[in-house]
């Protein structure tokens, strides 16, 4: 087994073995499986092509997840354009589905529950785990879900397996919530998690640049939350979808004198924080500008290595402005996250404008890649049938 888990706190709880020593048969299999299905594989650089692979097989401890919707991340756009793993692999990992095989030794899952999964889970018990460093646990940088090949997600597949140790990352999806609102739980929850990492206090006001979907994760939970959002974007739609997400002003981010007005919007103290959703570096320079003294700059969109900017040191030392970075989901929220989403406090639904069909994945990902005036979260549907609510395949 390639997946380590003694020591993870939910290894005895998830899969046990009764009294007698003999593990509790609860396999279901369902006759509707097919032997090979459709996948988008990633062969090279912008090279991604349908293909007929094997339906990937589970062992004892693992479940296999019919896909339904997967949600296109810059993150899956980033390896896809810079070639940043070797191929082969299939990407895609905003996933929800429907279980459709349950290990024998899985207990807690029944063939037709809907879920939602997330591919990476720390083990909760290593020095990085310990500090809450989630996204630096070397069991977290594991993929454990995956459609074939090198694990990277599988979601742009008609199945995927979800191995033991992302078991505790699986999220059961209410009757009344779509597969779509399943699938952004991920992306809701590395928005949460970077909002954490603020230590704001009602009331402050956060300037969010750049009012794509991760912008607008950001701007509707930090309104809601009761802080003044300031929202800046280049696009005039997206700057009217920002005042609808709950911002309180929404300005040009191409205005020269963009940093003179975010601080008369507060009285000249400067923005509580600034929150980078756009990778662009001048940026940077321009929210350690607009901090107050003790505010942060953080860091979500800027995830390719080797990039540089520069910034007055003095800002960080003397005035105490931080300069740091989120990246990724944090296990421990994932509660939160399904209340946010499945009670509607968060209506993710709002964020999607466009859904194309596995095969057109592609075609997805360049959308998501050079967005148009209309366009914001885009799903691709993996299954050729949706299925709207119930338990049933
Ligand atoms: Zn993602
Ligand atoms: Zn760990």
New binding site residues.
């Given amino acids: 087994m390639e997946c380590r888990t003694e020591g993870a706190p939910w290894a005895s709880r998830k899969i046990p073995i009764s009294p007698q020593g003999v593990y509790r048969k609860i396999s279901h299999v369902s006759a509707t499986i097919p032997k090979t299905m459709r996948a988008v594989v990633y062969r090279g650089v912008n090279d991604l092509r349908l293909e007929e692979v094997p339906v990937p097989r589970i062992k004892s401890s693992e479940l296999l997840v019919r896909v339904g919707i997967c949600g296109v991340?810059p993150?899956d756009i980033k390896k896809i354009h810079f070639g940043t793993q070797s191929p082969p692999r299939i990407y895609g990992?905003?996933t929800a589905g429907t279980i459709v095989r349950v290990g024998s030794r899985v207990q807690g899952w029944t063939v037709g529950d809907r879920v939602g999964l997330h591919h990476h889970v720390p083990c909760l018990d290593c020095h990085f785990c310990r500090h809450q460093t989630f996204a630096q646990c070397e069991t977290y940088k594991k993929t454990g879900i995956t459609a074939g090949f090198e694990p990277a997600g599988g979601g742009y597949a008609e199945y995927v397996r979800v191995m033991d140790f992302c078991l505790p990352g699986v999220v059961k999806i209410p009757a009344k919530n779509t597969l779509e609102e399943g699938a952004m739980l991920?992306?809701v929850n590395?928005v949460l998690k970077g909002i954490r990492a603020l230590s704001l206090l009602k009331g402050d006001t956060v300037w969010v640049a750049g009012a794509g979907p991760i912008g607008l994760l950001f701007i509707g939970m930090l309104s809601e939350l009761g802080m003044r959002v300031v929202a800046t974007d280049l696009m005039e739609s997206r700057r009217q979808l920002a005042r609808r997400w709950g911002a309180w002003k929404a300005l040009d981010g191409a205005d020269p004198n963009l940093v003179d007005s975010l601080r008369a919007l507060t009285r000249s103290r400067g923005v509580d924080a600034a929150v980078v959703c756009v990778p662009v570096d001048a940026v940077v320079a321009q929210a350690q500008a607009a901090l107050r003294g003790g505010g942060t700059t953080l860091l979500f969109a800027h995830t390719l290595r080797g990039k540089t900017a520069p910034v007055d040191l003095g800002t960080v030392c003397v005035d105490e402005k931080g300069l740091m970075g989120s990246y990724s989901s944090d296990f421990t929220l994932q509660k939160e996250v399904a209340r946010w989403v499945f009670s509607r406090r968060l209506d993710v639904r709002n964020l999607i404008t466009h859904r194309f069909p596995l095969a057109e994945t592609a075609a997805a990902v360049a959308l998501a890649a050079r967005p148009s005036e209309d366009s914001l979260k885009i799903l691709v549907e993996a299954s050729s049938t949706q299925i709207a609510g119930g338990t049933s395949l």
């Fill in positions: 991340c993150t990992h905003e991920e992306p590395t």
